[in-house]
């Protein structure tokens, strides 16, 4: 989850379309009516999300997906929430909502680095908003403790299929924009001894 982590609830909201305002230091997100803030994310949630994003602006540069990270904010509108993925896609041009410039409806595919305090989250909630918006494609889950990969790719009708990962010496497809990327170089410059901010 984008900057992972412990998830703090600051203010009820009735109305979407009141103005959520920036917290020092937070990027806000909203859940249908309540505006939640995330503390900061780790040096691994970090380098892993650019490795990331850094791979995808290289290899993509010539096509027409355009890779984005942090603190784009994206809304889903079937179940209220705005949040903020740590990597994703968009093809062609971004659909803004109420053509507000930092909050885009069309992501192609998105990747989510996990926290001790946000797994649970990604990987059923947060994934089931995700499918909600007709343009998502693939949905990929890192591990930023070990080296574990989590990817979903969108098949016939509302199916998707699931591939794991555990090895870095693997290479990961992400089938949707037909781009291979070795586990390894998502895990480049992590430390899995560095202690754990969220203890």
Do not use: C
Not at 140 to 154: A, C, D, G, H, P
């Amino acid at each position: 989850m984008a900057n992972a982590l412990a998830v703090h609830l600051l203010r009820h909201y009735s109305n979407q379309k009141q103005q959520i305002k920036p917290y020092p230091g937070r990027l806000p997100e909203y859940r249908d009516g309540e505006v939640v803030s995330r503390t900061g994310g780790s040096i691994n949630h970090n380098q892993i999300a650019g490795n990331i994003y850094a791979f995808l602006k290289f290899t993509l540069r010539k096509t027409d997906f355009k890779p984005y990270i942090g603190d784009l904010r994206l809304w889903i509108p079937q179940y209220r929430q705005y949040t903020y993925p740590d990597v994703f896609l968009i093809q062609g041009q971004p659909i803004f909502q109420e053509q507000r410039t930092d909050t885009v409806l069309n992501p192609y595919f998105i990747v989510e680095v996990l926290s001790k305090s946000t797994k649970d989250y990604d990987r059923t909630d947060k994934f089931r908003y995700y499918r909600s918006l007709p343009e998502l494609r693939e949905y990929v889950l890192v591990n930023q403790y070990e080296i574990q990969i989590e990817q979903y790719t969108k098949a016939e009708g509302n199916s998707w299929l699931f591939q794991a990962y555990e090895s870095e010496t693997e290479k990961i497809t992400f089938a949707s924009i037909d781009v291979e990327m070795m586990v390894e170089d998502i895990y480049e410059s992590v430390d899995f001894n560095l202690g754990d901010p969220e203890r």
